[in-house]
């Protein structure tokens, strides 16, 4: 991929809002994209636009792993011995043996935090079979707002603001109420790129079959694989 630099947005009636340095070349936003834009549900396997709750809660998993202090790989490790011995629905999850959890989260990688881990898990598959049916889309049809449905992910123990914006940057777009921060490493890229409001530099240039979702995932891994590390002039958006 050559050189990108996202631009200045157009005019909407208002102020020009200015995010870069040169005009947007959507060969390249699209080429980015391809690059890094997949989402992190998808690596997984998981397929979350139709919202169906089983998908859901295998993100909402996934989340929980992904928002622990572990590596990313151990995170994704754990997910793959949930998913081989079938303790990805709530009712498997939350009546699965408290010891071979123990084994799950020690074959991924999380000796020191199993026991915390199991509990986190089976805890969470037990509230959601209590209280929503073991179906996410009950919770955010309860939620009274954004902020009220964050407040109600955060209920769960061991979910925090972090890992409910894990989940929910996901399903931006999907679920109504679902508008979570960018992320710090997002946030990150951004700045190193010169945009200085990424979903209104999407809104102005959209590509299609993208959405901002996509964005918002490429600009992570640019963050997280080469800003923060200072190699952002060997990265496949060199600035």
């Known amino acids: 991929m050559g050189r990108y630099e996202m631009g200045a947005l157009p005019r909407d009636g208002r102020d020009a809002q200015t995010v870069g340095r040169h005009d947007p070349d959507e060969s390249a936003l699209r080429a980015f994209l391809e690059r890094l834009g997949h989402l992190f549900s998808e690596d997984l396997g998981i397929r979350l636009a139709g919202l169906d709750p089983g998908e859901l809660f295998k993100w909402f998993v996934a989340s929980l792993l992904f928002g622990a202090r572990i590596r990313e790989s151990a995170a994704v490790r754990t997910y793959r011995e949930l998913e081989k011995r079938g303790l990805l629905t709530p009712e498997a999850l939350r009546d699965a043996d408290f010891w071979e959890m123990i084994n799950v989260m020690a074959s991924g990688g999380y000796a020191r935090y199993d026991g915390i881990t199991t509990r986190k898990l089976k805890g969470a598959a037990a509230k959601l079979c209590h209280e929503y049916a073991g179906n996410l889309n009950r919770l955010h049809d309860s939620a009274a707002d954004s ?6 992910l955060c209920e769960f123990w061991g979910v925090g603001e972090t890992t409910a914006s894990i989940f929910l940057r996901e399903v931006r777009g999907l679920w109504a109420k679902a508008d979570p921060p960018l992320g710090d490493l997002a946030c ?38 080469h800003c923060r590390r200072g190699r952002c002039n060997k990265a496949p958006a060199p600035h």
């Open 147 to 152: 902020t009220d449905l964050v407040a109600r």
């Open 188 to 225: 990150l890229a951004a700045r190193h790129l010169g945009l200085n409001d990424p979903l209104a530099y999407w809104r102005a240039n959209p590509v299609a079959g993208w959405d901002f979702r996509h964005l918002e995932a490429a600009l992570t891994r640019l963050g997280r694989d």
